[in-house]
């Protein structure tokens, strides 16, 4: 009776374990994905990676330089050299006439003179794209080139060492800063003055 009770077992599990292979095999495909489709497991997947690409995004948002931040970096660009060319501009105009140029000449011209570039150039580059703003450029370009010409041929050395340097960087930063042909008529109009005048550029 024991031994005829566990074969049913036997049997009955055999069977019912062959039922459920047979029903999973015979189940076509596509009333698979039926299935799967209607338990909205495939949902789930792509919500997940929504929510980690919306992370990512927030966190990428997160990283963005600001309008103002960029602004001070492109600024940066440009105060830099036009430092550095105050400061070289500075030495050169020394050696002109022979001179050493000593630290305190060139502490007393960098320390108002960086401060001045770096709020010129920032505001002067954010709206260089306005015609009004090329219109100034163009005009400071004509200047500082012209008057920088008369200093070279006419200015006593004393005058020359204090306003050569801040006319040079000027009148570079201004050129760079116009659009080419702006740019290029301002040069022509320091040649023609040039010209004019009789001068020579002695440098």
Known sequence: MGKNRKDARARQHA????????TAVDIPEEEQWRIIKESGILDQLPSENKE???????????????????????A?????????MLLLMEILVH???GRKPPFDALRDRMLPGVPIIAI?????????DDKRMQAALFWLSVASGTRMVWLLNRGNWLTVMQ????IATAWTYAVVQLNLGPAVLSLAVAAGYTWYKGFELKL
């Open 163 to 166: 306003q050569c340097p801040p």
């Open 95 to 97: 050696y002109q006439y």
């Open 76 to 84: 940066l660009y440009l105060v830099i050299p036009m430092s550095f």
């Open 52 to 74: 980690k690409q919306g992370v990512s995004e927030d966190e990428d948002e997160d990283y963005e330089i600001s309008p103002l931040a960029d602004e001070i970096f492109r």
């Open 120 to 128: 010129f150039v920032f505001y002067t580059n954010r709206y260089k």
């Open 15 to 22: 069977a019912a374990a062959a039922a459920s292979k047979s």
